[in-house]
């Protein structure tokens, strides 16, 4: 749709955002196999954009400090309207191939916060892609990454063996959680054998189980360590994809596949990880999880973007993904782009707005440069 016109010019716009601005020489960047193509989020046409530095394939305009921008988004009729009843785009989908340009005369519009003066030095936004003529303020504030948690490994109980089937067993006086698929052990059962059913009782606790083997217990002490973990308190944040560390009886490496309902969301409550535990847990301190969410309780000063990228003693060098809930650009819950690799109780950190870049402002007359307006950017100009 074109929509209702809303408004005449006495003149033609010079340009769109993105367009060359004149016939000089301009070059491309080199890309490697299958590059470029655009991340997640797509790259924004008329803007700066980085060059992701893990895969060196994947492009978009968010940057990580200090790096300034690989090339500019040049405008190719390559945006695509996806959204109902969207007017016009100018973001290029992700996964779709892209091409940026290292040097030559383009079009692009002026984000502030002042004019732009022939010759003047273009700062891009990390947030943003965008084009200003000083660095966009950051933020400073104090955050935490993932949990410190008291929890519990799997289960304790007294089991029985079922006389007329000895491939189950009664199960009563438990503490914690039981699994199908959980290893379970004590006086009576054999190694290496696994919880395969339960047949009735509580879920999860006292009942009738089938295991892999029979067994002969008889009012014996019994454990089972799986794929279940009890949190009984939390400081801090459980997020789903986190990893947890626990010492003893907790596999390494281990993520938080999900939550069981009827806990707290991001706190105490049951929770299944990725890998079985080696032993039973009764109760341990100092279980950790770490991730890509980062609660952020104080911001001291200036507004938290996507995009921008963090600077912190112990938090990973990334930049931030999206906001998941709280106050828009203020204290909530934020999402990372990379995980970090420890749990970080709590941490002072900054974000940087943006960065000076070898690209100059090129105006051609006294009203060119303006806030808000197209201004002429160059890697010639003078």
Do not use: C
């Not at 400090?65 to 009729?77: I, K, M, T």
């Not at 295991?211 to 799986?226: R, V």
């Not at 301190?285 to 112990?314: E, H, Q, W, Y």
């Amino acid at each position: 749709m074109g929509g209702f016109q809303t408004r005449v010019n006495l003149y033609n716009p010079p340009a769109v955002e993105g367009d060359f601005a004149s016939s000089n020489p301009r070059s491309t960047v080199l890309a490697g196999p299958g590059g470029l193509v655009t991340g997640p989020l797509g790259a924004l046409v008329g803007r700066f954009a980085w060059i992701d530095p893990v895969d060196f394939r994947t492009v978009s305009n968010q940057g990580t400090a200090p790096n300034a921008p690989d090339g500019f988004v040049h405008r190719d009729q390559q945006g695509l309207i996806t959204a109902y009843l969207q007017r016009a785009s100018m973001l290029v989908p992700e996964g779709f191939a892209i091409t940026l340009h290292n040097s030559g005369d383009f079009w692009a519009y002026n984000n502030g916060p002042a004019a732009l003066t022939k010759g003047a030095t273009i700062y891009a936004g990390y947030a943003d892609g965008g084009i200003y003529s000083s660095a966009p303020a950051g933020a400073s504030a104090t955050g935490v990454l993932g949990s410190t948690n008291t929890a519990a490994l799997g289960s304790t109980s007294t089991g029985t063996a079922v006389v007329a089937n000895p491939n189950q067993i009664t199960i009563s006086s438990v503490t914690g959680v039981l699994t199908v698929g959980d290893t379970i052990t004590g006086v009576g059962i054999p190694d290496n054998t696994v919880i395969t059913a339960q047949i009735s009782g509580t879920a999860g606790g006292a009942g009738v189980y089938e295991l892999s083997n029979q067994n002969t217990a008889a009012a014996a002490t019994i454990t089972t360590f799986g794929t279940t973990v009890v949190v009984s308190a939390t400081t801090g944040l459980i997020s789903i994809g986190d990893t947890i560390s626990g010492g003893a009886g907790f596999p390494v490496g281990a993520t938080i596949v999900s939550q069981a309902p009827g806990g707290t969301a991001g706190g105490a409550g049951t929770y299944t990880i990725s890998a079985p535990g080696t032993e039973y847990v009764a109760s341990a301190t100092g279980v950790t999880t770490f991730g890509t969410v980062l609660k952020v309780t104080a911001v001291a000063s200036g507004t938290l973007a996507i995009g921008m990228p963090i600077t912190g003693t112990n938090l990973p060098t990334t930049s931030i993904a999206s906001q998941i809930s709280g106050t828009a650009g203020g204290v909530g819950v934020y999402s990372l782009f990379e995980p970090g690799t420890e749990y970080v109780a709590s941490e002072s950190f900054t974000t940087a707005g943006g960065i000076a870049t070898a690209w100059k402002a090129a105006p051609t007359s006294p009203s060119d440069g303006a806030v808000g307006s197209l201004v002429k950017i160059s890697t010639y100009a003078q």
